[in-house]
């Protein structure tokens, strides 16, 4: 009886303490609840995330948000041409951040020439400073890098700018600049190292050739430029080098943008050719040879063709390979834990809640295997993370329909499936395509051509004519096509689209006036200036 | 179709001689009858003319009726006269062509009456209405120009070596006329293809079923039709109660007509008609003040309102508020001066213009479209034309769409949509009828502004302010860094039922590119999107859109809504 009796004042404990209205709550928001119930004092941290990239940076400032001892490895090591850059990874540093304004500069230089036709009387010939633009560009990537570390402080993260290698289960050796190793244990690990751009394994393209790793602070201005590749960072680059006013030759060995709907790529390549890119097509280079040092100095690049055996040469000052980026999964020690890697892509393998094949260690980013390289995947990816392992939430990241876009000249942006994979997995009949091209209201005054915009939907007929892929051609892509992606979360149709109206006069408002199916052969040229 | 020989008593016959006289028996009071348009010749080889009786003139009983005579085979013969159609569009603005084209393409014989009267300043334009000769063109077009003048100035800063040049109003003037020129053409082209027929008549209604147009030369044509759509749309107002208003002021109905600079310009007004004009005047160079009585954007989210205001004046328009013109004269340099007054303080002021713009509202043109002899309702405040959901007047088969209807967005997709829905419902191809809510729209001020769905107020009116959650940030333009624009305006806010999934009621975008911004979340609150699909689509990036996707932060939080990093 007193035995049975003790056993109920004790229950009735922890019950209170439990149930307090004034103690549990505090400690949950502080974290401090948590943090006696789940840390594991035998690790120096609860995480640590290997790379300082979008993807790992959010993980680490969410984990550390929610009352966690978070750690940050992040090292650049220098591109082969030594280029190095601070915090924040890819993205920030040499991805979309100086990608997007060297792209916006190029506009800029269309909007020089539209000027006149809208009665600013701009001198003909405007030159182009290419240090000018490049320090504005650094300048701003430079106070990006101080905002994050900032930002990295105040929440308390330990940012150590070393090298990350697994030496043992839950044991990590941080190598910094000048070669001093220490180690670090954590309980949990995310894997954010992203990828680097890939070389051609040729003669003289290490010595030579340059990446986008080298481009966005190169300090001249690269002249005329070779660009090796057909990825969105190949034309993109082109693209704006033609705007510049720069000579520029793409050699693309097959494919232009692989996994992209390929009437758009094709499309995309043509409105370049417009600006006076050339193109060569079905060519890979076999061996770069310097003629002249100098910056620029005078590369001569020797190229054969995929299709038989015709060799050409060609005299370039800057050759910029983009031919692919490959994953920073090499030199991490994953083999020392055990982390699967995909042999032939270099991805980590995950399951849906970015779990790798050691249950402690997970990956987000670019170098997770099978999702798509976008900031704003990896910056979501990591958030929800670390919301999940220490904030005791169930939300998964949704990989669905993650809308894209190419900053070429002409903007490409795309929500969904390309069309040949539409039809690949729905089959052509049960397939309705719209399709027109269109004529931007500010490219009339400026007698810019009216047939090269465009904007396509497909749709599956027997789904209630569901929109299952957008892709739009055209100025300002980028902000067009994000609300779609809204839309086709929520199940887009045509009859919605059909139904909203438009805002006039736009180029987004051509989606709710599409009437031309594709399978009607029907003209959907405009008419010109 | 109306057929003719509505009512022929047998007791009347008219004589027409050949210069037109016409006499009947047993004769008509002067004030009974009408005669519209010419004799027309028939198959047989007489010629027939229309008389009509006006109604309520105690012969004939009060209906207004059709008489038919055939005259004598002497009569001149021209081409013109009464014609009769499926459908008759009165107005060929935005919502008129579109319903005609529409009702063409499914079959129907149709005619579209459209005549420009010019402004009192003689600015006159072609087919299409106001959208394309004196709204929305234009003024994206001049809109466009303005912010091309901000992109030189930004280009510097990207490298380009290009010092600030002077603008030429002459010449973008003339490359946007020649640009709505086209468009005119292309609409007569379009009406051709579709097998409309164009009348440039000025109409009035005789009755309920006819229509009599005037051409510019005064010859008369009458029109009959099953259905009669008016899409007569409206005009400016001028404020006539103030001295010299009409006599030196312009209004939007001018401005893009201007041969010459408009120079120094006060424009009088707070509608978007007055700050997109303000707004485009100043990104030209040109010395510009705006004078708002009251509030601006009256209609829109007031935050944001007040928000697109402060940038103007930040970048340079003079905002004159709680202000009121009381007099233009001109003086003997040619310059106008303006007397005004603060209503706050009664204080009088006095300015010195080039150009005087009054953008004070627009009044429907329904005026001179004799609605009474159609027996079609109006809004007597508004003279705005009642209809119902089927865009049904009064009259049930006379419908009106756009700017002339009462209760409906002025708003070119709108008009267009409304249009051609009519048309389709007209030719029973659907039954689908047209939806007002959640209608998108841009102002294309320097910094614009695009919503969709209700304002924070209006949802606070109709769902209380428990019940609503609004999201919002201050964000920075990602093109905006490097030339160190000030972004201290870009701010977006989304109002949100506040009980799980928050389902979005509306979205306030302020930035560059608003109008393409705007589309695709007009799309997505039609799909009833929530909160939280918004936050679940990934954004783009770097772009200003995805901005709105990554709206976090709570006004009921209190947190800075400042958005920091990538």
Partial sequence: MPIKHRVQRKSLKTSHTVSSPLVTPQAHQSGVLQKLLQEDPTYDYDLIVIGGGSGGLSCAQEAAALGRRVMVLDLVVPSPQGTSWGVAGTCVNVGCVPKKLMHQAALLGQALTDSRKFGWECSQQVKHNWETMTEAIQKHVGSLNRSYQRALREKAVAYVNSYGEFVEHHKIKATNGKGQETYYTAAKFVIATGERPRYLGIQGDKEYCITSDDFFSLPYCPGATLVVGASSVALECAGFLAGLGLEVTVMVSSQLLRGFDQEMAEKVASSMQQLGVRFLRKFVPVEVQQLEKGSPGKLKVVAKSTEGTEIIEGLYNTVLLAIGRDSCTKKIGLEKIGVKV???????PV?????????YVYAVGDVVEGQPE????????????????????????DYINAPTVVFTPLEYGCCGYAEEKAVEVYRKENLEVYHTLFWPLEWTVACRDSNTCYAKIICSKFDNDRVIGFHVLGPKAGEITQGFAAAMKCGLTKQLLDDTIGIHPTCAQVFTTLETTKSSGLDITQKGC | MWGGGDYTPASLTCLVSGSGQTTCTPSLPPACWGMCGHPIPSQDGTSSLTLYHIGNCG??????????????????????????????VIGGGSGGLACAKEAAQLGKKVA???????????????????????G??????????????????????????????????????????????SLNWGHRVQLQDRKVKYFNFKASFVNPHMVCGVSKGGEETLLSADHIVIATGGRPRYPTHIEGALEYGITSDDIFWLKESPGKTLVVGASYVALECAGFLTGLGLDTTVMIRSVPLRAFDQQMASLVTEHMAVHGTRILRGCTPLRVERLSDGRLQVIWVDLASDKKDTGTFDT???????????????????GVRTNPNTQKILVDAQEATSVPHIYAIGDVAEGRPELTPTAIMAGRLLAQRLCSRSSDLMDYD?????????????CVGLSEEEAVARHGEERVEVYHAYYKPLEFVVPERDASQCYIKMVCLREPPQLVLGLHFLGPNAGEVTQGFALGIKCGASYQHVMRTVGIHPTCAEEVAKLRISKRSGLDPTVTGC
């Fill in chain 2, 59 to 88: 012969l004939l009983g009060s209906r207004p009726r059709l008489l038919l005579v055939l005259p004598s085979q002497s009569l001149p013969l021209t081409p013109a006269g009464r014609q009769c159609y499926d459908l008759l």
């Fill in chain 2, 356 to 374: 005087v713009l009054w953008a004070v509202g627009r009044v429907p043109e329904t005026r001179g479209l004799n609605l009474e002899k159609a």
């Fill in chain 1, 351 to 359: 399951n849906d809640v970015e779990q790798s094949s050691v249950p």
């Fill in chain 2, 438 to 450: 959640n209608v998108p729209t841009t102002v294309f001020t320097p910094l614009e502004y695009g």
């Fill in chain 2, 136 to 181: 929305c063109i234009p003024k994206k077009l001049m809109h466009q120009a303005a912010l091309l003048g901000g992109m030189i100035h930004d280009a510097s800063h990207y490298g380009w070596k290009v010092a600030q040049p002077p603008h030429d109003w002459g010449k973008m003037a003339e490359a946007v006329q020649n640009h709505v020129k």
């Fill in chain 2, 112 to 134: 579209v009456v459209d005549y420009v009267e010019p402004s009192p300043r003689g600015t006159r334009w072609g087919l299409g209405g106001t959208c394309v000769n004196v």
């Fill in chain 1, 342 to 348: 995909n042999e032939k892509t270099g991805k980590i």
């Fill in chain 1, 374 to 397: 976008l900031t704003p995947v990896a910056v979501q990816a990591g958030r929800l993370l670390a919301r999940r392992l220490f904030g005791g939430r169930l939300e998964k990241c």
